[in-house]
């Protein structure tokens, strides 16, 4: 047993959709292994099992180093809000350490990336303990722009909150794509481009997205990193 977090995480646009639970706090953790055909990836998995029905589920895409104690304390406080939180494995078990080639590796091969993000999604929903049909992406960094390509795909989930995505490198948007998920994306006014999001806006609302763009003035990642003051 432990004590559930509270949080200051904005996902308020979640609780909107979802209907809240009691929480009675029995957080489990543990790695999962799945496949991409022969490939082995290991993804996180939170939840509470003294919950007795089905709970909604967060799907958490990584930030640029892969999946570190950040991740799965967030994965663990999202439980404590009262989802069920899985962390997708997007670089794969054994991939190495070089987290800035395997970055660009998969900022630039859209159709790559996508595949592991909805592997992810495909293994959260696969849980007994998961309601399939109350799904939703968060990510951070490179897992923001996971988040906004999984969007604009039209992939079918309630809704994406992106935090500090990175908006240049994001996948192509494919004129007459309809676009499901509710899409929430906050962002550091000194760290995006601002003519990025004006496209993106501009691509959402092709693909009749419900949106909403939230930009904090003068910082970067300050509002959801601890190392906030560092230029990252
Ligand atoms: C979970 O995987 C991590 C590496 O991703 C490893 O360091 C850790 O020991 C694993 N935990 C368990 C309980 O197997
Ligand atoms: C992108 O990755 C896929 C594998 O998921 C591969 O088949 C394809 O050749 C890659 N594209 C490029 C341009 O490297
Ligand atoms: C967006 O909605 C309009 C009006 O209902 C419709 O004509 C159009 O096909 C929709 N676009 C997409 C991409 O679904
Ligand atoms: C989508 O955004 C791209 C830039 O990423 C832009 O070139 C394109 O015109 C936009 N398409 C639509 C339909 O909004």
């Known amino acids: 047993m432990r004590n559930c977090m509270t949080t200051s995480l904005s996902i308020g646009i979640l609780l909107g959709l979802f209907v809240a639970r009691e929480v009675r706090c029995a957080v489990v953790t543990r790695n999962v292994t799945y496949f991409d055909d022969q490939t082995e990836l290991r993804g996180y998995l939170a939840y509470d099992d003294s919950w007795d029905e089905s709970a909604p589920a967060v799907v958490i895409i990584q930030d640029w180093d892969g999946i570190t104690l ?3 304390q967030r994965a663990e406080m999202i439980v404590g809000l009262g989802y069920v939180a899985f962390c997708a494995d997007i670089y794969e078990v054994d ?5 800035y ?3 660009l590796e998969y900022t630039g091969n859209a159709t790559k990336y996508l595949r592991r993000m909805n592997l992810g999604i495909q293994e959260a929903k696969s849980f007994s303990f998961v309601d399939s049909t109350m799904v939703a992406a968060i990510g951070y960094c490179f897992g923001g722009t996971g988040v906004i390509n999984l969007a604009t795909a039209g992939v079918d989930l309630r809704a994406v909150v992106s935090f500090h995505g990175g908006l240049t490198r994001r996948a192509e948007y494919t004129e007459g794509t ?9 962002s550091g006014g000194s760290d995006d481009s601002a003519s990025d999001i004006q496209q993106l806006q501009d691509n959402l609302t092709a693909g009749n997205a419900s949106w909403e763009v939230t930009r904090y003035g003068g910082v970067l990642h300050a509002f959801t990193m601890q190392l906030a003051r560092l230029a990252i």
Request: no cysteine.
């Open 178 to 186: 309809a676009i499901p998920a509710v899409v929430s994306i906050h």
């Open 101 to 103: 080639s395997l970055y």
């Open 70 to 72: 950040y991740e799965q």
């Open 95 to 99: 991939s190495g350490t070089d987290y």
